[in-house]
């Protein structure tokens, strides 16, 4: 009989590894809380009219579908069948998907529920997504995404809230961040002014990689992209601006001065900027030209969060959308958001040690068992400590005491209360430290005091 196994690119979670993972999703759910978003949930599974043609050919090819249930041939004719031609095959014997990614469910909801919630509709989502790629390390096929939007507004205070989030989220995690802002409308200008505005994309894809592969290498993509020598030439004052947010701002002004797009996008990082300092923000924040960040979806702002003392991809990115809820017909509602990676996040704080060591203790005190009347006892006391909600465990049965104890050190139990004839006859029950080795006695009521106090 084979081994069992889980399908690849999904993955089990310790209970060390949940403690971690309950660490993060904590602090992330708080801050949003904090800055008054509302939690929603949407279903694993969507109707696969709701996910095809909303990310693309290859978005569409990494969609799970589900089979409908039952007979899920039963609707097809044998010509179909003998076509082998999967697509056509597909309406007749599968109606639902796994939910890709948490934004379109979101539009979905938004657009369904447009009579029962109020906008500005703020809220938060924590909820796994399943997409068919190629596993590999860093990627895999069921994740999680913890995403905060504010849509039914075109306020620019709220792309400020986003960096400000992440800014607090980060604190409170203990990881250093650069916050790394642009506007799809200075993108849109520079492709103006340098004659290129139908090549936005291939211009921006290019540049994307700058920090990878060095700007002589994005020069060469660009050419073979079809950018003519002279627009490649235009480009490299921009690509090479240097200064403080507010010096590019004031180059890029001098050089967008033609485009009307472009200058409007700067009015708008001018208004960003004023904001985050009013937010009295202590990141590093840069105004960084080479950010994309899914260029076809964002209209305004782009947000990416890097962490400072590790080299990795980004660990959260947002931005701006002025259509969110239109592929559902439901055009003309703006939103901003940004999503937080809590596998990378989780990445960084291991390699750099950050989780707090209380993250993996579950228990506080173990009761030991002597059996008998002391079991009693040790129960008793046990209630009273769960009573004083004192994470607590009582060892299952009498045991000798080096086997109790090595139980307790296995878990990471910081202390054990030791209740046995001698105990039950004074009414003083034995601690033990099991950090420090240190055994001291106490009366019930004591102990539970003290450990509520911190301080045993």
């Keep these: 009989m084979s081994a069992p196994s889980i399908p690849k690119g999904t993955r089990d979670f310790t209970p060390v590894e949940m403690a971690r993972r309950n660490y993060i ?5 708080s801050v949003f ?73 979101f539009a979905r909801f938004v657009v369904q529920h447009r009579n029962d919630i109020v906008f500005p509709f703020k809220r938060y989502q924590i909820q796994p997504v399943w997409r068919a790629d190629r596993p590999q ?18 306020s620019l205070i709220y792309e400020a809230e986003m960096a400000r989030i992440a800014e607090d989220i980060f604190q ?15 993108l849109a200008g520079i492709a103006e002014v340098i004659g290129e505005a139908g090549r936005i994309t291939d211009i921006t894809v290019a540049i994307d990689k700058l920090e990878k592969i060095g700007l002589a290498a994005v020069n060469d993509e660009l050419r073979q992209k079809g950018l003519s020598d002279e627009a490649v030439t235009n480009l490299q004052p921009i690509l090479k601006l240097q200064g403080s947010n507010q010096q590019k701002l004031e180059k890029l002004t001098a050089i967008l001065e033609h485009s009307e797009t472009g200058l409007k996008g700067i009015e ?49 990115g947002g ?41 993996t203790q579950t228990t506080r005190v173990m009761v ?17 400590l769960q009573k004083a909600q004192i994470s607590s465990e009582m060892y299952p049965e009498p045991a000798k ?15 054990i209360v030791i209740i046995g004839s001698e105990e039950l006859s004074t009414g003083q029950y034995q601690v033990k430290n099991m950090v420090t080795g240190e055994q001291q006695k106490y009366s019930p009521a004591e102990i539970v005091a003290k450990l509520l106090g911190l301080n045993i």
């Design 137 to 154: 390390k860093g990627r895999y096929r069921e994740f999680y995404q913890c995403d905060v939007d504010v849509v039914g507004s075109n």
């Design 401 to 415: 005491m080096k086997k109790q104890f090595t139980y307790a050190d296995q878990k990471k139990i910081p202390f």
């Design 268 to 316: 708008e990082m001018k208004t960003v900027f004023s904001y985050l300092d009013a937010l009295k923000l202590t990141a590093e924040v840069q105004l960084d030209l080479t950010l994309a960040r899914g260029l076809n979806y964002y209209t305004g702002a782009i947000i990416e969060i890097k962490a400072r003392d590790i080299q990795m991809g980004s660990i959260s």
């Design 172 to 186: 409170r995690l203990g990881i250093s961040v650069i916050i790394k802002l642009n506007n799809r409308k200075i």
């Design 368 to 384: 030991a068992n002597f059996g008998g009347e002391a079991e009693l006892a040790g129960l008793s006391f046990l209630y009273r």
């Design 25 to 29: 999703f904590d602090t992330i759910r």
């Design 33 to 105: 809380m904090l800055y008054g978003y509302q939690p929603i949930e949407t279903p694993a599974m969507e109707n696969l009219s709701t996910l095809m043609g909303k990310y693309g050919e290859e978005g569409d090819k990494l969609l799970f579908k589900v089979l409908n249930s039952g007979d899920f041939l039963a609707g097809t004719d044998e010509k179909s069948l003998l076509a082998r031609d999967s697509n056509k095959l597909l309406k007749h014997v599968s109606e639902k998907g796994l939910r890709y990614d948490l934004t379109v469910p």
């Design 319 to 359: 931005g701006r959308y002025d259509d969110l809820t239109g592929i559902f017909g439901m055009p003309g509602v703006s939103g901003v958001g940004i999503s937080f990676g809590a596998d990378r996040i989780y990445d960084v704080m291991h390699e750099l040690s950050l989780f707090p060591e209380s993250t």
